[in-house]
């Protein structure tokens, strides 16, 4: 680099970081770099406490009976889980974590097109993490509704539901102003040339993504409002002994719910659609129909809340109605699948840790929607609803969705982020560990549903011990692998051997600049004339 560019850089450097240092220079930073990191480390954090209570549950699920818990306390902490893996994991996880810190880069900008309001999006979602976090500790014991807080029990029951109801209520601050950012973003500060086919798919998929925060969240945001002033002020909203609906709630929490997944899972697949092209050595099949697909998955996501509900006594019009659209909405899913199985075929196949995370996403997320299938359909639903076949499907969509995904996404992007390389052998190992366990973990839950063994239950039968055993072995394989994981991650943040600046020799912007990027990440603005996935 020339002096003029070293010069360029530190001057840059001054004005990102201002008069802070240390802490300091990262909890008030607006680079759009730090803040990315900033929920890297927030999000890593809170998933290891979301991982441990999920595998106490399960430990407490090894046999008929009581194990290491009482029947409260696992009430309370799968709310706990719920509220720590959906709303401060799952749904920020991707688009918080690598769309701050890839974004601007991916299309060619400085930062995103409003950096203290990036830095404000990141302090909302630590103080409603603070706020959810603290019902465990105050009051009258842990919540006991699940992550849902279904009416009426959700105002009725004696716990302390009021600080959990107020922070889910807070993140979704954060999730709306995270959405506008990038909207702006994208519409505003592409760089000259890059046209809408030119962008790569991973900003289209936080373009989608940031449509569904900033439309379905407030949504939840008045909904959950109106349970605190259940509460607080005994209004009736929910409660019929007061003329209110209970099955109000459900409409007006799936309505946001639903296309959550959709906030969850579009940047899942936008950083898959990233990863496959460039270990296939071969530009992605079917580009238009990706971006499509997922305009399609964001759109459609809104109108499929009631195969939720299927149970609940709605119409038989309203029933026919919502399955024929959760049907429909597993269309643009399967385009995705095609297209991503196509870009593979006849590829050039490098097998590095990020593709073997991302074909891993292909075969668990399959699992999860054909499964999905099952659920949307009205005669299969009625059998298996409420039951461990839920709890499967669920954790194969997100869990086995956005958490590979988001491990590939860490092992790709990992060189750029952090100018290191890790362990590629710890990682492969880690993955193996990981995807036998995932599997071992979730499969038997399939068919405990279908036997009749229902979710969230304290205790069992007796004829549903050996699956259990075998479930809760998995469990403890999967932490098991993701401690290799994030071991190896971690030590080769520090010590790692340095990498190149494009290590995996992808074709996309990020990749034109050094690893980790310059505070402003181009000396100069590039000027785009092909497309992202050329690699001719």
Do not use: C
């Not at 993701?482 to 071991?487: A, C, D, E, K, V």
């Amino acid at each position: 680099m020339t002096r003029e560019g070293n010069q360029h850089d530190e001057i840059s450097y001054l004005r990102v970081q201002g008069r802070y240092r240390g802490i300091f220079a990262w909890i008030f930073s607006t680079d759009h770099k730090r803040i990315g990191l900033l929920y890297l480390y927030s999000i890593m954090t809170f998933f290891l406490v979301g991982a441990t209570l999920g595998l106490l549950m399960k430990l407490e699920l090894i046999a008929p009976g009581k194990t290491v818990m009482e029947a409260q306390t696992y009430n309370g902490f799968f709310t706990f889980h719920g509220v720590i893996m959906i709303f401060l994991i799952i749904i920020p996880g991707l688009p918080a974590t690598f769309g701050n810190f890839l974004l601007p880069i991916m299309i060619g900008a400085k930062d995103v097109a409003f950096p203290r309001l990036n830095l404000l999006s990141w302090w909302i979602y630590v103080f409603g993490a603070l706020l959810a976090l603290s019902s465990q500790f105050m009051g009258d014991g842990p919540p006991d509704t699940g992550w849902t807080f279904y009416a009426p029990y959700s105002f009725k029951t004696t716990t302390n539901m009021l600080p959990a109801v107020m922070g889910a209520f807070v993140l979704g601050f954060s999730s709306i102003l995270t959405g506008l950012n990038f909207i702006v973003t994208i519409h505003r500060m592409r760089a000259p040339g890059m046209t809408w086919l030119k962008m790569p798919l991973f900003p289209w998929t936080l373009y989608g993504t940031g449509w569904i925060q900033l439309l379905a969240t407030p949504v939840v945001g008045i909904t959950l409002l109106m349970v605190a002033a259940e509460r607080i002020l005994n209004i009736g909203f929910f409660d019929p002994s007061m003329g209110g609906d209970p099955i109000l709630y459900q409409h007006l929490f799936w309505i946001y719910s639903h296309p959550a997944v959709y906030i969850m899972i579009l940047p899942a697949m936008g950083a898959i659609s990233e990863i496959i092209p460039t270990f296939a050595r071969k530009s992605i099949f079917g580009y238009r129909a990706i971006v499509l697909s997922t305009l399609a998955i964001a759109f459609v996501g809104y109108f499929v809340w009631g195969h939720h509900m299927f149970t609940s006594g709605m119409s038989g019009t309203a029933l026919y109605t919502f399955s024929i659209l959760t049907f429909f909405v597993a269309i643009p899913s399967a385009i995705k699948v095609f297209n991503w199985v196509s870009t593979m075929h006849a590829g050039s196949i490098h097998a590095e840790p990020p593709f073997y995370w991302a074909a891993s996403f292909i075969f668990v997320f399959m699992i999860g929607g054909l499964t999905g299938l099952v659920l949307g359909s009205l005669a299969t639903n009625v059998h298996v609803h409420d039951t461990q076949f839920v709890v499967a499907h669920f954790h194969y969509v997100m869990f086995g969705g956005v958490g590979f995904a988001f491990m590939a996404a860490i092992h790709y992007w990992f060189p750029k982020i952090y100018g290191r390389m890790y362990d590629k052998g710890m990682a492969k190992t880690g993955w193996l560990i990981f995807f036998i366990g995932f599997n071992t973990l979730y499969l038997p839950m399939f068919y405990l549903g279908i036997r009749g063994m229902p979710r969230r239950y304290f205790d069992y039968l007796e004829e549903f011990h050996g699956p259990n055993i075998i479930s809760t072995i998995g469990a403890v394989v999967l932490i098991a692998g993701l401690f290799m994981i994030l071991s190896n991650l971690i030590v080769s943040a520090r010590k790692g051997e340095k990498a190149s600046g494009n290590p995996w020799k992808g074709n996309t912007l990020e990749w034109k600049i050094p690893s980790p990027p310059p505070p402003e990440n181009f000396e100069e603005t590039p000027v785009i004339t092909r497309g992202p996935y050329d690699f001719n």
